[in-house]
């Protein structure tokens, strides 16, 4: 991209093979408002993946302490005091119909976190 566009690459329309509305709602920075009420999509916000309204907490963090909490909600609100019984509830029925895009962002968080810390996984039983 030349430096000169002034437009960062992940908001350029010729990046993206097809472009579709939510595309051209990041490109315009709009909060995505998705089928739930409570979730919304923002740029800038956990790169641009779902998250509750309102806040920087992402799906996957809701669906990666449902796993490590066996789906026990008072330990994730504990966990997560800034959140409500209701958003909870609303991040996983956004996961029950959206999963491939939540994976999605839970493989990405991932690789970031592998490739900051530079972790070796050969290691990993």
């Known amino acids: 991209m030349p430096a000169s566009s002034g437009i960062p ?8 093979s097809g472009f579709n509305e939510k595309r051209l709602l990041l490109e315009r920075n709009q909060t995505m408002q998705t089928n739930h009420p409570m979730i919304t999509c923002t740029p800038g916000v956990q790169g641009g993946y779902p998250c509750i309204q309102g806040t920087r907490t992402p799906i996957r963090s809701i669906v990666e302490y449902d796993q490590i909490y066996d789906g026990d ?4 609100l504990a966990a997560l005091p800034h959140l409500t019984r209701e958003q909870i509830d609303a991040a996983r029925a956004y ?3 959206t999963p491939d895009l939540v994976d999605e962002d839970i493989e990405r968080q991932w690789k970031a976190t592998v490739e900051l810390f530079d972790l070796d996984l050969s290691k990993v039983e």
């Open 73 to 76: 909600t008072d330990e994730i």
């Open 95 to 97: 996961y029950r119909d």
């Open 9 to 16: 690459w992940m908001f350029r329309r010729d990046v993206y």
